[in-house]
């Protein structure tokens, strides 16, 4: 898809020029501003890109111009893309002023080829932006064709690259302009002339690249493009004859494009652990919701619903016109054990279903298994683990007997402290506003740097890194594990900080 007028579109609907009078962006090339596009009205005048703007003045006087900013317009055109989602999962844009939309498998969708062109083009038109859209069996052929339609669309039969291309300069070929000057100095002015040449002698004097373009149009080479959303293997896609925002139509969708999606994953053995929805609204905008799952699933129904109740957080705005689901992230499903009565039993599912709906209410990070590590640094000692994660924890044992807290703190807290010197646990310790009497304690522990896993922070003192670990109860039952760290032989001045409670 070509868009002849994109930049000047683009001004025009950020308000820089007015649609009455001739407009133009202009660039400063080797000390002279140059015109880089020109709107309709500007080349009715005569104006053309590559035309200096004194030049321009000359034959327009009422030119209105503005500085070319080829950074929004990639911007703009990469939004442009993503709209043309509706039509095709695969849509990129082609600056400066292009689309290359890979229809394979959509077209029937929206009848045909030649409605999905029409369709594409009708609502490009209603906002004034004129676009020539051209069907080819290649990225190639469709550029060139779409360059040269006055108006409109095309839709090129299967196998009719080389007739339709013939006739064209080759320069639609997106050859560099020293290929093409070196051709055109050859005599040749058409694309069926330049396919007559021999290979061996074409190569020999331009290089293989020429050739490749070539056959890259004619669609006897294939041409590797790049997706900003590279296709999908599990997405289903419904779009809407139209647009519709309630909330029981859009749960009705989700379960349809379910039904589909998970039927296909069933088929395959397989099952999601992350499903993303995503709503395409007639105001050209987009909103997604995803949900995750312990273990992999395909149960229509029971993924539909998880969807349905984040349905809250989507805005629909004017309508949405089409819906898709996509299994994110898949792994095997294992089949479902066959009683003895000849019956099925279903899957234990019961608790997975449960971290489900804890981890939709509260969030991923909310819900975790811990299991040990083998580090005698507290921070380090303990793993979060998914919470149905197939990973064998380690033995607890050796973590108990080392008797320390499960429930630490995020960083450990400085507490006011009065306690006898050098070696004793405190008698009285303050926390959070809070004076605690100690009854009892235990200690201390030792515990120092793990120099040999990585070097000691040079901003911090070797003593700093050496902390002495009790185990105290106060007057109230409360048992909580202290740190005294910054001393060392007497020489320094303690602290003393609290790390985590028991119980």
Known sequence: MWLPNWPTWLAARRGVSTPERPFATVATQRGLRVLEAVCPLAEAAGLAPGMTLVQARAICA???VAAADPAAERAALTALAAWCERYTPLAAADPPDGLLLDITGCAHLLGGEAALATSLQRRLLGSRLAARVAVAGSAGAAWALARMLPGGTLVLPAGEEARALGPLPPALLRLDPAAVAGLRRLGVRRIDELARLPRGDLAARFGAGVRLRLDRALGLAAEPLVWPHPPAPWREQRGFAEPIGTAADLTRALHWLAGRLGARLAAARLGGTRFVAGFLRVDGGRAEIAVATARPAHDAAYVAGLLAAKLETVDPGFGVEAMTLEAAATGPRLAEQARLDGGTAAADDALA?????????AGADAVWRAAPAGSHLPERSLLRLPPLSPVMAPDWAAALAARRPVRLLGRPELLEVVAPLPDD????????????????AAGPER???EWWRQPAPSDREERDLVRDYYRVEDSAGGRFWLFRTGRQNGAAHARWFLHGMFG
């Open 447 to 449: 515990i120092a740097y």
């Open 353 to 361: 279903r449960m971290v489900d709906a804890l981890v939709s209410r």
């Open 425 to 440: 646990p405190p008698l009285l310790f303050r926390w959070r506003g809070t004076l605690h009497r100690v009854r009892a």
């Open 62 to 64: 009422g030119l209105e």
